[in-house]
């Protein structure tokens, strides 16, 4: 298999000739995980003002965002203008990358990378200008059907050196809550591991807007050099709000807001409504309580005494195979009794959660990490899915997926496959369903990619999960690490470069290849059965290969692309070759050198059916070698020297002669009588 | 313990006896010549003694050829001598103790037997002919197969069988 890099195109495109990315001047505090930010200048239009995002090709956009806000843009948030392909020199390297433009906000950030808060901020400018702000560009993104979910001191600005207005920074480039500190995020949510965390909703905006402002107010980064582990203590102890202002009040009417907004409880988190009373003054103060999550008594998990349920289940999701082994040491249900005395568990909801008793042969079963991921969300119905030391949503699945494949994580791809087990999610599902109906909304999207997940075949598989579930994502494969590919058409295309620079055979056993053309291309399933089962006849594969891609380009309505043409028929020499019917070779091989040089794929599938000949030459061949064994016999039988004795000779020399005597018989009676 | 020694059980297959109609029509006719003329049916009747001979004491395959044979050219010598007898019927001794007569009326089924000897001989060369032909045509056949899909056609030789001289004897 060759490893040829696809090269990246010479020419520009339109918009890569419009826009001019300053790759020497980056623009920190405007990049983000999903991408890298760089001035930019407009070529055609002048004065305004604009930074360029090179987008990280491993974190899913949020394109119905884009969609929406290029259409339709939000005041108080940074919207992208524009964006394309456009090739880029990053170390001297040639590299095609999306690059979306945003309007640029020129204040500067709240509060920079390394924590110093910007000397134009003050508590007034918190009350007045930036809640007001932050609350008018979200409840905008809320009226859409989105959530923002990276609201952070660093990305809100001034949206300009002169003005009080501020902006808040996009959150198009990454997905809901990507890579957010835990400290930043609301409760629920930042149990789950950075990456998976999922949409949310609005609320977990208003818990970010408060956290944030909290932040700025104290002028710290509340969320850095804090461990999670004591982090989500002081949080489940003391309340998200003291926990991160480590005990320190925030006087005033500010402090009743981020008090508000920062509460815990969904239920006692303020909205939009309770901020604009709070705006307009009416809003009475209101006390957030802690609801209970206490069990009757503490459990001791690894020396630790834990009496909140959301703490133990965090601690059992951390290490599964301690929480395992302990959970197979007790007797559950008695366990249950004993430290939830309000709570019934039924026999109904024991059998479900069904905690085994240790059989005695050690060491943890496949079986042991679905019972901890059963008893954790038995604790904590309305926290993420913990799974083998992974914590998420099922709606964060998706950049979990691109985030492992990123990192070429197989063990966690693994854990994934092994959670896609419609059951499994039914019977997490049935455990929370009570409390929580998060895991039954997603189900149904579930179903369609957990048909995929644990097949091994080409074009399925979690390749095939990871392309579904993010189609906006570029395929991953090593080959394509030069250029941007979103579709067929740009896919075919780097083929074509490929073809141009080195050999294409066997390109469709790249697994993320495979998937992404079986994703972005409509009924290929009967081609990549067929593939998959040529896959150790190289000839075949070859031939099924030339029809696959010709199928593509047929479908795109593609140009002639003579180079991948010519390496599939290159590819086709040895097939050609194993033709036994001479004359059959040479018309095929004829055909295919007067195709190769037209470029047009289909027509020379078309001209040259390879499978149909192979088939036909392989039968025919057989009944030629079936021929020849029969003359053989023949031959032999024949050679045989024949002597008078020979039965047949006997038989044959006989009747001559009874022959020879009826008719000298006839002949004298002939002459006797007449 | 003794071993009894138990014949194979083979179960005999009686040898399908060539069953032949010469008898019932040779009497059939021979009752109905004599039934007009009793001394042809005398005549046909002794000429054809070395018929009559061959078909009680015939044995071996392609009887029935040998005896239609053998019966066709002895009737070929006795036929002569119908109309003479015929004619007149009182010559019969006369004609049937003549010993030129009975080296021809015999002597014509030796021919029959001279044919049954030649015959598969003379078939043997023909066939031997025909087969030759027939090799060259198999031949020319082989040759258009071998040039159209190549001698991968033939088989794999490594299965044939090595030459006596190389092969491993078995011990």
Not at chain 2, 8 to 21: D, F, I, N, W
Not at chain 2, 29 to 51: D, E, K
Request: glycine share 8%.
């Amino acid at each position: 298999m060759s490893g040829e890099n696809a090269p990246v195109p010479d020419s520009q495109s339109a918009f890569g000739d419009r826009f001019e990315v300053v790759t020497s001047q980056p623009l920190a505090e405007f990049s983000t995980y999903g991408g890298d930010a760089y001035t930019v200048n407009d070529k055609e239009k002048s004065g305004g003002e604009y930074y360029a995002l090179v987008h990280n090709p491993t974190v899913p956009v949020r394109n119905e965002i884009y969609k929406s806000l290029t259409g339709k843009p939000i005041a108080n948030l940074v919207c992208p203008v524009d964006r394309g392909l456009m090739n880029l020199v990053f170390d001297g390297r040639k590299r095609q990358r999306l690059v979306t433009i945003f309007s640029r906000p020129s204040g500067g950030a709240l509060m920079d990378n390394s924590g110093n808060l910007n000397p134009r901020i003050t508590a007034s400018h918190l009350r007045q200008n930036v809640t007001l702000s932050v609350l008018k560009s979200i409840t905008s993104l809320h009226k859409r059907g989105f959530v923002h979910r990276s609201i952070m001191p660093t990305n809100i600005y001034f949206a300009s050196p002169n003005s009080d207005e501020v902006v808040l920074g996009e959150c198009y480039s990454m997905p809901p809550g990507y890579m957010q500190p835990f400290a930043m995020e609301a409760l629920p949510l930042a149990l789950a591991d950075p990456t998976s965390r999922g949409a949310g909703d609005a609320s977990a905006d208003y818990f970010q807007m408060g956290a944030a402002l909290q932040a700025l107010y104290f002028g710290e980064q509340l969320w850095n050099g804090r461990d999670r582990g004591s982090t989500l203590m002081a949080r489940v102890n003391q309340g998200s709000f003291w926990a991160l202002s480590g005990g320190r009040e925030v006087p005033g009417a500010l402090g009743a807001l981020i008090r508000g907004v920062m509460a815990d409880e969904v239920d006692e988190r303020w909205g939009a409504e309770e901020v604009l009373d709070w705006f307009e003054g009416v809003g009475k103060p209101k006390r957030t309580t802690m609801r209970t999550w206490a069990m009757s008594r503490p459990t001791t998990f690894k020396g630790v005494a834990v009496v909140d349920r959301r703490l133990l289940a965090d601690a059992f999701a951390r290490d599964p195979k301690e929480a395992a082994a302990f959970l197979k040491s007790i007797d559950f249900s008695s366990w249950v009794q004993l430290s939830f005395r309000d709570e019934v568990l039924s026999e109904r909801l024991e059998n479900m959660i069904n905690v085994k008793p240790d059989s005695g042969f050690g060491g943890v079963r496949a079986d042991d990490y679905k019972m901890v991921a059963r008893v954790c969300m038995f604790l904590h119905p309305h926290g993420p899915v913990n799974y083998k030391g992974y914590s998420f949503y099922l709606d964060g699945l998706s950049s979990m997926i691109a985030e492992a494949f990123s990192r070429d994580d197989r063990e966690a791809i693994s854990a994934i496959v092994e959670v896609m087990d419609i059951k499994f999610l039914q019977t997490l599902n049935d455990i929370c369903d009570p409390h929580s109906k998060v895991i039954d909304q997603q189900i149904p999207y579930l179903r369609k990619f957990i048909e995929h997940a644990s097949s091994k075949q080409l074009g399925r598989g979690m390749e095939r999960v990871l392309y579904e579930m993010n189609s906006i994502l570029p395929c991953l494969s090593q080959r394509f690490s030069n250029v941007w590919i979103g579709s067929i058409i740009q896919l075919m295309r780097a083929l074509e470069r490929i073809a141009i620079i080195g050999a294409t055979r066997n390109i469709l056993l790249d697994r993320h290849l495979a998937a992404f053309c079986a994703t972005h291309g409509t009924d290929l399933e009967r081609e990549f059965n067929a593939l998959a089962t040529a896959q150790h006849n190289p000839s075949k594969f070859n031939s099924l290969s030339m029809d696959f891609f010709g199928i593509l380009q047929k479908r795109c309505n593609m140009e002639p692309l003579p180079h991948l043409t010519g390496k599939l028929v290159d590819g086709l020499s040895s097939a050609v070759k194993e033709l036994k019917n001479k004359k059959r070779r040479e018309r095929v091989q004829g055909l295919l050198e007067k195709g190769k040089k037209g470029g047009d794929i289909t027509k020379l599938t078309s001209e040259v059916n390879m499978v149909r000949a192979q088939v036909e030459d392989a039968r025919e061949f057989a009944q030629a070698r079936t021929l020849i064994a029969r003359l053989e016999r023949e031959r032999t039988k024949l050679s045989r020297k024949i002597s008078p004795s020979d039965p047949d000779a006997q038989l044959k020399g006989m009747k001559g002669a009874r022959l020879v005597a009826f008719v000298s018989g006839l002949l004298i009676s002939f002459l006797t009588f007449f | 313990m003794a071993k009894k020694n138990k014949a194979p059980l083979v179960r005999k297959r009686r040898q399908r006896q060539e069953v032949s109609a010469f008898g019932p029509l040779f009497f059939t006719g021979l009752a109905a010549v004599g039934f007009i003329s009793w001394q042809v049916a005398v005549l046909v009747a002794f000429g054809l003694v070395p018929t009559i001979v061959l078909a009680f004491t015939g044995k071996g395959s392609n009887k029935s050829l040998r005896l239609q044979c053998v019966t066709f050219a002895n009737l070929s010598g006795v036929i002569a001598f119908i109309p003479q007898v015929w004619s007149r019927p009182s010559q019969l001794e006369a004609i049937m103790t003549d010993p030129i007569n009975l080296v021809m009326m015999w002597g014509s089924a030796s021919i029959g037997y001279m044919l049954i000897y030649v015959g598969p001989i003379v078939a043997t060369h023909i066939l031997q002919g025909m087969a030759q032909d027939k090799i060259k045509q198999i031949a020319q056949q082989r040759q258009t197969l071998v040039e159209a899909w190549g001698p991968d056609v033939l088989g794999d030789k490594e299965q044939e069988p090595a030459p006596n001289h190389i092969r491993l004897k078995k011990s």
